[in-house]
T-cell receptor, first 110, second 112 residues
Framework: AQRVTQPEKLLSVFKGAPVELKCNYSYSGSPELFWYVQYSRQRLQLLLRHISRESIKGFTADLNKGETSFHLKKPFAQEEDSAMYYCALSGGGSARQLTFGSGTQLTVLP | DTAVSQTPKYLVTQMGNDKSIKCEQNLGHDTMYWYKQDSKKFLKIMFSYNNKELIINETVPNRFSPKSPDKAHLNLHINSLELGDSAVYFC???????????FGSGTRLTVV
């Protein structure tokens, strides 16, 4: 079974402060990890995927297999980063099903 | 030019009614999905479907039935709607898990 845990339901930081959204996963094989973002009342958008090792909107995430974590980080938060962030895992297979964490609502205060 | 489009965007209906939500993707993806986002913003998969196989999540009541006339469309039909069905339903598609999903804008269903 695959599981994704986001321990923080709500996270508030001030503009310009560093931010880290935590994500831990449970999966017996080699997972593919993603971060999705949902701005207020909008569709979910893919933010990052671990295989591409890219930085989008200043966000980065590193897969740590030892700690089974895929935390999302940004050194200087901006007000427009306020959104719901979901960590997701795909274990592969024919269904290619994504399992989502419960989400973290990030609020960046002015 | 919307990649994944859902209709309607909002749906308000009475308990006991039957309703359908439509989803279409123009990305040429081979797999489509339905997710339910509840009032606590938790996302849970309901179905995944490609042109060869329908996979039903066993926790979904059989009042929910996906229908796929072709691989670009995956509709969701709901019979005998209940108050607990109120949620936002998202359609998504993918070509492979490594590429991630593309989501529709969601259908906000309210059962009164």
């Amino acid at each position: 079974a695959q599981r994704v845990t986001q321990p923080e339901k709500l996270l508030s930081v001030f503009k310009g402060a560093p931010v880290e959204l935590k994500c831990n996963y449970s999966y017996s094989g080699s997972p593919e990890l993603f971060w999705y973002v949902q701005y207020s009342r909008q569709r979910l958008q893919l933010l990052l995927r671990h295989i591409s090792r890219e930085s989008i909107k200043g966000f980065t995430a590193d897969l740590n297999k030892g700690e089974t974590s895929f935390h999302l980080k940004k050194p200087f938060a901006q007000e427009e980063d306020s959104a719901m962030y979901y960590c997701a895992l795909s274990g592969g297979g024919s269904a290619r099903q994504l399992t989502f964490g419960s989400g973290t609502q990030l609020t960046v205060l002015p | 030019d919307t990649a994944v489009s859902q209709t309607p965007k909002y749906l308000v209906t009475q308990m006991g009614n039957d309703k359908s939500i439509k989803c279409e993707q123009n990305l040429g993806h081979d797999t489509m999905y339905w997710y339910k986002q509840d009032s606590k913003k938790f996302l849970k998969i309901m179905f995944s479907y490609n042109n060869k196989e329908l996979i039903i999540n066993e926790t979904v009541p059989n009042r929910f039935s996906p229908k796929s006339p072709d691989k670009a469309h995956l509709n969701l039909h709901i019979n005998s709607l209940e108050l607990g069905d109120s949620a936002v339903y998202f359609c998504a598609s993918s070509r492979g898990a490594a590429a991630g999903y593309t989501f529709g804008s969601g259908t906000r269903l309210t059962v009164v």
